[in-house]
């Protein structure tokens, strides 16, 4: 799967992704499996000192591969289709993990 290929609001949220480069979103909304990022969602970025902070090397490429870590969190918009994820981890502009709230017994 290529950038190109995705809804409009998924590569607004790959971009968003490429630019926390580390840290996090937090309570991010998912409608008809799609992410709503407006209202903005809250950001937090990890900020390592001493380390170089540029911009993630595929910022403002229009088209690329799709790592692993985006279609598998794109499988995951498509299977929850309405939710709330309470945190995105972000590695190197790159989803990490993913953290969902459920009421126990929900599934």
């Excluded at 607004?12 to 926390?20: G, S």
């Excluded at 008809?32 to 990890?46: A, F, H, K, Q, S």
């Excluded at 309470?86 to 502009?93: D, L, S, T």
Aim: proline residues 7%; glycine residues 6%.
């Amino acid at each position: 799967m290529r950038k190109a290929q995705v809804s409009l609001q998924r590569q607004e949220l790959i971009a968003l992704l490429q630019d926390i480069h580390f840290g996090s979103i937090e309570r991010l909304l998912i409608r008809d499996g799609e992410p709503i990022l407006r209202p903005p969602p809250t950001i937090v970025r990890d900020i390592a000192l001493g380390k170089p902070r540029g911009p993630h090397p595929a910022s403002g490429l229009a088209d690329f591969a799709l790592r692993n870590e985006l279609t598998d969190l794109f499988k995951l918009f498509d299977e929850e289709r309405d939710t709330t994820i309470e945190r995105v981890v972000v590695q190197a502009g790159l989803p990490h993990r993913v953290i969902l709230r459920e009421q126990h017994g929900d599934s």
